[in-house]
């Protein structure tokens, strides 16, 4: 007896839903499969060490200009007020230069005044105004007039006027100044994407970036409370791809690869940059010039708000091709070897820029200059640069047109010169 099967609806149609499903979840899941292959290779393409690198790379290029472009809205009028002070354990007194700059491109009006202190004894002072027309200078410790001359062809008010009798030619061309020469504006403007082009470039040239496997930490927590954990890159710029940057005319170069140390945190800022190894210039002759140091980027909103900048230079004085009178003079202070000594240069800086009250503030920790046989010398001060809030006058007094001056005024010039440097000379004596 033959059996019919017997088909019921109900079942085949739940059959039938459960293979479209299985159908659909196997595509999904290869759709799924396909598209993290993607995601991988697109991050092992475009989240290279190199791509990281090159965007905290474009990450400070950017802060740069929208630093520049927040200053340059308010510097048309500029105060720089700068303090130094110079001492060296073989020199029994300090000296103290100050330094206010006043600048108004608006008005197209500058001043500057300079004051020079022995021991905090006052021991000389000048101040220098100009515009567009002319130029005053005011040196009340050596004379009681203000000298002025005219900015435009210097050259040939010189060249008609006593003084070149009395100290010869100086001009062998035209010569005028302008204080307030308009400059292009150049922003800043670096693209990620054409960056990486461009380092493509760079690679054909020898130019590498590596990630090193170790982490480096970064303790600042004396200066701003922080600890910066940091990826490390090595970066080798080759000394081949350097020569083209250099100018072969000017007798300097690079005599081996810069090979730079640079530090990123997690959000893509460069905190840290160093060099490796010390960087070796050559002037032509056998000594070569070292530079070593590193640049620090800490600030909070943007990190070029607060950079600490330490330089070392070490000059061999031969690398300096001292011609024989020059050498001669040095040998006579004292050293009297076959060799000449080095000199040690070292920059501890730290700059700052409040966007609140829009100034940039460089505290020099040390400006340390030393050499063997002439000492050590150490400047220690700051420079503050602000907005500008008085307006710039010329100076008021009695003048002197510089190169139309009579013969008295000349020697009234000339008597006054010798007698107040005779009395700043014995102030300067009872100092000690």
């Given at each position: 007896m033959e059996q019919n099967e017997?088909?019921?609806?109900?079942?085949?149609?739940?059959?039938?839903?459960?293979?479209?499903?299985?159908?659909?979840?196997?595509?999904?899941?290869?759709?799924?499969?396909?598209?993290?292959?993607?995601?991988?290779?697109?991050?092992?393409?475009?989240?290279?060490?190199?791509?990281?690198?090159?965007?905290?790379?474009?990450?400070?290029?950017?802060?740069?200009?929208?630093c520049d472009e927040v200053w340059a809205k308010e510097t048309d009028k500029s105060k720089t007020?700068?303090?130094?002070?110079?001492?060296?354990?073989?020199?029994?007194?300090?000296?103290?230069?100050d330094v206010e700059a006043l600048s108004d491109a608006e008005a197209k009006r500058m001043q500057t005044s300079m004051a020079v202190s022995v021991?905090?004894?006052?021991?000389?002072?000048?101040?220098?105004?100009?515009?567009?027309?002319?130029?005053?200078?005011?040196?009340?410790?050596?004379?009681?007039?203000?000298?002025?001359?005219?900015?435009?062809?210097?050259?040939?008010?010189?060249n008609n006027s006593r003084w070149l009798a009395e100290i010869g030619p100086i001009f062998e061309e035209e010569f005028s100044i302008d204080l307030f020469e308009e400059k292009d504006d150049e922003t800043i403007?670096?693209?990620l994407e054409r960056l990486i082009e461009g380092w493509k470039d760079f690679q054909k040239e020898?130019?590498?970036?590596?990630?090193?496997?170790?982490?480096?930490?970064?303790?600042?927590?004396?200066?701003?409370?922080?600890?910066?954990?940091?990826?490390?890159?090595?970066?080798?710029?080759?000394?081949?791809?350097?020569?083209?940057?250099?100018?072969?005319?000017?007798?300097d170069t690079i005599v081996n690869d810069i090979v730079l140390l640079v530090a990123m945190d997690k959000n893509n800022k460069i905190v840290q940059v160093q060099l490796e190894e010390p960087m070796l210039l050559s002037t032509g002759v056998n000594e070569e010039i070292e530079f070593s140091g590193y640049v620090m980027f800490l600030g909070k909103e943007r990190s070029i708000d607060d950079t600490v900048v330490r330089f070392k230079w070490n000059i061999p004085m031969e690398a300096l091709e001292l011609d024989k009178e020059t050498r001669e003079i040095i040998e006579s202070f004292g050293n009297t070897d076959d060799s000449l000594d080095k000199i040690d240069i070292v920059t501890d800086m730290n700059m700052m820029f409040d966007e609140n009250d829009m100034n940039v503030a460089i505290d020099l920790d040390e400006l340390t200059m030393s050499v063997g046989w002439l000492g050590s010398y150490k400047m220690t001060g700051s420079v503050v640069v602000e907005p500008l809030q008085e307006n710039i006058q010329p100076l008021e007094g009695e003048t002197i047109q510089l190169f139309e001056m009579t013969d008295a005024e000349y020697a009234d010039l000339t008597n006054q010169f010798w007698e107040n440097l005779y009395k700043l000379a014995e102030a300067f004596e009872s100092i000690y």
């Open positions: 017997i088909q019921i609806p109900e079942i085949e149609e739940k059959q039938n839903q459960k293979k479209t499903w299985l159908v659909a979840a196997g595509i999904l899941a290869a759709c799924f499969i396909v598209v993290a292959v993607v995601i991988v290779a697109v991050i092992k393409i475009y989240n290279t060490d190199e791509r990281k690198l090159l965007k905290g790379v474009t990450n400070l290029a950017k802060e740069v200009a929208e007020t700068t303090v130094l002070n110079v001492s060296a354990e073989e020199m029994p007194i300090t000296i103290g230069i021991s905090n004894i006052n021991l000389a002072e000048f101040i220098v105004y100009g515009d567009e027309q002319q130029m005053m200078i005011e040196m009340p410790d050596f004379w009681r007039q203000i000298l002025v001359f005219e900015t435009e062809n210097i050259d040939e008010q010189y403007e670096i693209d020898g130019f590498t970036i590596e990630k090193l496997e170790k982490k480096i930490e970064i303790d600042v927590s004396a200066k701003n409370n922080m600890i910066y954990e940091c990826d490390q890159y090595r970066v080798v710029i080759p000394q081949t791809m350097l020569k083209s940057i250099i100018k072969e005319e000017q007798g």
